[in-house]
């Protein structure tokens, strides 16, 4: 499961005002030092957003367990915080789970919303060894105990899960509900408003509605969305519903890419290096496309790894083609993958290497790539890393030219298997 809001009690720890001065012996301090926990829990805070004080986030962790270990649910949470992004103190995924479940057995929603992200995902050692068994089950139980409650960021996390491409049509507009209470409330996360045009768009829930949904998408996007932003962008682009706008496009994408959305940065960095981009250009699109590579997009590690193989405004470099093209593959994508086994196939910025070769024709094959499932078929038919099998040679030629591949199809109809 894709938890998207698990930001918002990431970059807002909780901070609870001091009542009067501080005086210039530091009585807060003091206090702490003398083992008032809440005043360890302020002096935390203080510490860890530079106010008052120096930041200084290894003694805003300090103060936090200090509170926590005695109890107060916000340190826990902040003190789980600290080391679930290794601030100020080592970072350590399970200690973090236990101090947010610590935090959530005294009823601190926040808390409880962070063991749901991390119940998701599962922690594992550098090793691999499980340390949290990932559950999806206890994660939704999770999420849907707190919209109960009307805990925003888990309403919106159920939400998006059950807008899922391939969820039934009764999840998708039990998530309409669920957004149309939330955007009801008056201050909400504009993510619901981006969510409930998906809603309108596909008549989730609700009659089907494009005028709707842009006015909702646009909505969203003016409170700052990213991902509104890189949808609209994509209307703009392609004139889908809104008239088309190449220029209004661009600086939708600008607008998402500055906001960190990684496929705004990449279509961003396409729209930098169309045409025939200046050296200046298209030194800024390599930016950019590096920014969203940087965050796994896998559509920006393969145009990264083509244009090091092609030398497109770059000086080739085949081997450095190869590591984008095998992050991407490793990522699931199908034609990075198919580019990886055919530069395995042919030696060519790799080391030859005929099993690795087939391994990746047959990763990009199963993805229903047509050009790989003809690949796959050869490798087969000659025997080339893998045991020669005509049968399956057969089979997944008729795949490819099933698929529109018309290489395959010609060669069903002037060869004969048995031939071979």
């Avoid at 807002?12 to 030092?33: M, S, T």
């Avoid at 086994?341 to 030859?352: H, P, Q, S, V």
């Amino acid at each position: 499961m894709k938890f998207k809001y698990a930001f918002i009690f990431l970059t807002a720890l909780f901070l609870a005002p001091l009542c009067g001065q501080e005086e210039p012996e530091d009585k807060l301090r003091a206090e702490a030092q003398n083992g008032n926990l809440e005043s360890c829990f302020f002096l935390g805070n203080e510490y860890f957003y530079g106010e008052n004080r120096k930041q200084n986030f290894t003694l805003a962790a300090h103060w936090f367990r200090k509170a926590a270990e005695g109890g107060i649910p916000e340190a826990q949470f902040n003190y789980a915080h600290c080391l679930e992004t290794g601030r100020g103190t080592e970072k350590d995924l399970f200690s973090a789970y236990q101090w947010y479940r610590k935090a959530a057995d005294r009823k601190f929603k926040p808390a409880l919303y962070s063991c749901s992200r991390l119940l998701a995902t599962g922690i594992f050692s550098k090793d691999g060894k499980v340390l949290l068994r990932p559950s999806q089950a206890g994660a939704l139980e999770i999420l849907e105990q707190l919209t109960a409650q009307e805990f925003e960021a888990a309403e919106l996390d159920l939400a998006a899960y059950l807008l899922r491409r391939d969820s039934p049509l009764a999840e998708k507009a039990r998530a309409f509900s669920i957004l149309t209470k939330v955007t009801a409330r008056g201050k909400y996360d504009p993510s619901a408003l981006r969510m409930l045009a998906d809603c309108y768009y596909g008549g989730f829930g609700c009659a089907s509605d494009p005028d709707r949904m842009i006015q909702l998408l646009s909505r969203a996007s003016q409170l700052g969305d990213a991902e509104a932003k890189a949808k609209l962008g994509f209307l703009y682009e392609y004139g889908r519903i809104v008239k088309g706008d190449k220029k209004k496009a661009a600086q939708l994408y600008k607008e998402a890419a500055l906001l960190g959305h990684p496929m705004g940065q990449f279509k961003y960095a396409e729209s930098l290096s169309g045409g025939k981009p200046s050296a200046e250009t298209m030194k800024e699109a390599m930016q950019w496309y590096q920014k969203s590579a940087d965050q796994h997009c896998v559509q920006a590690l393969f145009k990264l790894g083509l244009i090091y193989f092609e030398g497109i405004g770059q000086k080739a470099d085949k081997p450095l083609a190869a590591q984008y093209f095998f992050e991407a593959a490793r990522l699931g994508y199908p034609r990075a993958q198919y580019n990886l086994a055919t530069m395995f196939a042919e030696g060519n910025g790799l080391n030859k290497d005929l099993y690795a070769a087939f391994y990746w024709f047959m990763q990009a094959a199963q993805r229903q790539d047509p050009a790989a499932q003809r690949r796959v078929a050869v490798c087969y038919a000659e025997g080339t890393g893998v045991d020669k099998n005509l049968v399956k040679a057969q089979e997944w030629l008729m795949k490819a030219a099933q698929n529109g591949d018309v290489i395959a199809a010609r060669m069903l109809e002037t060869s004969r298997y048995t031939q071979w």
